[in-house]
T-cell receptor, first 112, second 114 residues
């Protein structure tokens, strides 16, 4: 079963615009990670935010974490056509051991 | 350095058969995890191996099993295949002392059961 939900399920924007994806989860976590998946291929790790952090940046990516609301958001700035992919949040739980629990994913389409 | 290698990339099997998938982690990584991805259930954790021991197990029937060898390479086996086992199977590896780092995934094995 999935840890939580991501919204929107699908997002279509123009190149140069910003894309924001949200993720909610249910249990206490050690950290939350975001991954990208291009059409049926493997997952690529984008960024990890620890439970005691509130915001983190990596290049054009900005992640926020609100543990009181059990939610996170991923912002991709100045999007490019190459950013077209599915994006998943995954939580590494306090009690789940070394396993990731994934959200349902957001399909991002960036139109040139 | 080489990434996580999964073989084969594609596989077609018949119901009732069994299948073995292979995963070679990044050199030096001792933790190998397996995930199943389907359109209906999304990404679900199967199991994790560390130093040849199963450390964590997801909620899958006993038809799904795995093992890890002394060189950290891992295999997963699915016996008595069912149509619902059709999925993308992903393997991920992680090094020790890498708290704060994510997992590295392979490209997956696409299993189709007919």
């Amino acid at each position: 079963s999935q840890q939580g939900e991501e919204d929107p399920q699908a997002l279509s924007i123009q190149e140069g615009e910003n894309a924001t994806m949200n993720c909610s989860y249910k249990t206490s976590i050690n950290n939350l990670q975001w991954y990208r998946q291009n059409s049926g291929r493997g997952l690529v790790h984008l960024i990890l935010i620890r439970s005691n952090e509130r915001e983190k940046h990596s290049g054009r990516l900005r992640v926020t974490l609100d543990t009181s609301k059990k939610s996170s958001s991923l912002l991709i700035t100045a999007s490019r056509a190459a950013d077209t992919a599915s994006y998943f949040c995954a939580t590494d739980g306090e009690t789940s051991g070394s396993r990731l629990t994934f959200g349902e994913g957001t399909q991002l389409t960036v139109n040139p | 350095k080489a990434g996580v290698t999964q073989t084969p990339r594609y596989l077609i099997k018949t119901r009732g058969q069994q299948v073995t998938l292979s995963c070679s982690p990044i050199s030096g990584h001792r933790s190998v995890s397996w995930y199943q991805q389907t359109p209906g259930q999304g990404l679900q954790f199967l199991f994790e191996y560390f130093s040849e021991t199963q450390r964590n197990k997801g909620n899958f029937p006993g038809r799904f099993s795995g093992r890890q060898f002394s060189n950290s390479r891992s295999e997963m086996n699915v016996s008595t295949l069912e149509l619902g086992d059709s999925a993308l199977y992903l393997c991920a590896s992680k090094g020790t002392g890498t708290t704060g780092y994510g997992y590295t995934f392979g490209s997956g094995t696409r299993l189709t059961v007919v």
